[in-house]
């Protein structure tokens, strides 16, 4: 079984450019998350999709930043225009219920992004 | 407003010795608590889940403890080998709320 999957892996961009990242979940997956680790800090929370709806996104940090879930399936998060500080990595993860069930929750390799 | 903590940041060890590292949190009303292994421009590998009901979780080599009316997790890895070597993240999970991550421990285990 497929694991959770991201593109492109690496990306380097330049202040102003638009970056579009993609995450495949496990199939069969309703709950979608997004992280982001920039250096030197922890790994925080974007938002999260269920199915195809927004279940919360108050992590985004701003209005730069626009994540969809088209169909339920994949997801997109798209930064436009990219700034010197969306450097950083970006995690997808999903589980098949919510985490506080107990169930696992598992995460992709990471897109890696860096605005010079 | 969950926050996680590691203690400490970095831990270097000999191959062979047993280590403990330290996750506290300051909402005790967790659902669960995870952790993880990330290896150098990898992504996160699940290693432990705890549901708050439970007091400890073993695979293989890895023991993870949680107490929560102290706020704590440890996990305890024995006879340590180079391969353990990466930076191990513990996550609280409280309610519907997503996965508050602590900034990590980096473990090197020399040979």
């Known amino acids: 079984e497929a694991g959770v999957t991201q593109f492109p892996s690496h990306s380097v961009i330049e202040k102003g450019q638009t970056v579009t990242l993609r995450c495949d979940p496990i199939s069969g997956h309703d709950n979608l998350y997004w992280y982001r680790r920039v250096m030197g800090k922890e790994i925080k929370f974007l938002l999260h999709f269920v199915k195809e709806s927004k279940q919360d996104e108050s992590g985004m940090p701003n209005n730069r930043f626009l994540a969809e879930r088209t169909g339920g399936t994949y997801s997109t998060l798209k930064v436009q225009p990219a700034e010197l500080e969306d450097s950083g990595v970006y995690f997808c993860?999903?589980?098949?219920?919510?985490?506080?069930?107990?169930?696992?929750?598992?995460f992709g390799e990471g897109s890696w992004l860096t605005v010079v | 407003k969950q926050e996680v903590t590691q203690i400490p940041a970095a831990l270097s060890v000999p191959e062979g010795e047993n280590l403990v590292l330290n996750c506290s949190f300051t909402?005790?009303?967790?659902?669960?608590l995870q952790w993880f292994r990330q290896d150098p421009g990898k992504g996160l590998t699940s290693l432990l889940l705890?549901?708050?009901?439970?007091r400890e979780q073993t695979s293989g080599r890895l023991n993870a403890s949680l107490d929560k009316s102290s706020g704590r997790s440890t996990l305890y890895i024995a006879a340590s080998q180079p391969g353990d070597s990466a930076t191990y993240l513990c996550?609280?999970?409280?309610?519907?709320?997503?996965?508050?991550f602590g900034k990590g421990t980096r473990l090197s285990v020399i040979a």
């Open positions: 993860a999903s589980s098949g219920q919510l985490p506080s069930s107990g169930n696992t929750i598992y």
């Open positions: 705890i549901q708050s009901s439970q």
């Open positions: 909402d005790s009303a967790i659902y669960n």
């Open positions: 996550a609280a999970i409280s309610g519907n709320t997503p996965l508050v």
